[in-house]
């Protein structure tokens, strides 16, 4: 009788750790959260009183954790000395890579759709002094946040990226 009710524990014990497996998979403790769809971001302030919000579209690529994405950056400046404006609305392609819970975004410019600075359009070669924007990020919990840092080769700005609320027909 001894055997038999050992041999019931065990199968319980591994029956559970099966399932805590399963449910941790399932939460996305171990297993990697989907990043598909559409994201909203908003960076912090910098370079005095400028901002960076816009929309990322994400699509899975072949490999694990990896996405192909789509970017629409814009940026509001405006400067406390003078009150001049500069605006900047700019596609980008871009690749994402998801390593547990942290996520590497890395733009390439497309076009630029919209340039304004000192109250004048940029045109031409005055386009060419924007950099593409790339993020370090950090899933939080429950997957539909994520929070970190824009980065390119002048800065590091504080950046809040949440999931788009989806509309349903």
Same mark, same amino acid.
């Given at each position: 009788?001894?055997? &038999?009710?050992?041999?019931?524990?065990?199968?319980?014990?591994? @029956?559970?750790?099966? !399932?805590?497996?399963?449910?941790?998979?399932? *939460? +996305?403790?171990?297993?990697? =959260? #989907? !990043?598909?769809?559409?994201? &909203?971001?908003?960076?912090?302030?910098?370079?005095?009183? $400028?901002?960076?919000?816009?929309?990322?579209?994400?699509?899975?690529?072949?490999?694990?954790?990896?996405?192909? $994405?789509?970017?629409?950056?814009?940026?509001? $400046?405006? %400067?406390?000395?003078?009150? !001049?404006?500069?605006?900047?609305?700019?596609?980008? @392609?871009?690749?994402?890579?998801?390593?547990?819970?942290?996520?590497?975004? =890395?733009g390439?410019? #497309?076009?630029?759709?919209?340039? =304004?600075?000192?109250?004048?359009? !940029?045109?031409? #070669?005055?386009?060419?002094?924007?950099?593409? #924007? %790339?993020?370090?990020?950090?899933?939080?919990? +429950?997957?539909?946040?994520m929070?970190?840092?824009?980065?390119? &080769?002048? /800065?590091?700005? *504080?950046t /809040?990226?949440?999931?788009?609320?989806?509309?349903?027909?």
């Open positions: 009788m001894k055997h &038999r009710h050992s041999r019931r524990a065990i199968a319980a014990l591994a @029956t559970a750790a099966v !399932l805590g497996i399963a449910a941790q998979t399932a *939460s +996305g403790q171990q297993g990697a =959260t #989907d !990043l598909s769809g559409p994201w &909203r971001f908003e960076s912090g302030t910098f370079d005095g009183d $400028c901002t960076m919000s816009g929309g990322i579209n994400l699509k899975p690529a072949a490999q694990t954790g990896a996405y192909t $994405c789509s970017m629409i950056v814009e940026t509001h $400046c405006r %400067n406390a000395d003078d009150g !001049l404006y500069e605006y900047w609305r700019v596609r980008e @392609t871009c690749t994402a890579k998801q390593t547990g819970g942290r996520v590497q975004i =890395t390439k410019i #497309d076009r630029v759709e919209d340039a =304004t600075m000192y109250g004048e359009k !940029l045109i031409g #070669d005055d386009r060419s002094s924007y950099v593409p #924007d %790339n993020f370090e990020l950090t899933i939080r919990p +429950g997957g539909a946040e929070s970190g840092q824009m980065v390119d &080769r002048l /800065r590091r700005v *504080s /809040r990226v949440w999931r788009e609320a989806e509309l349903v027909s």
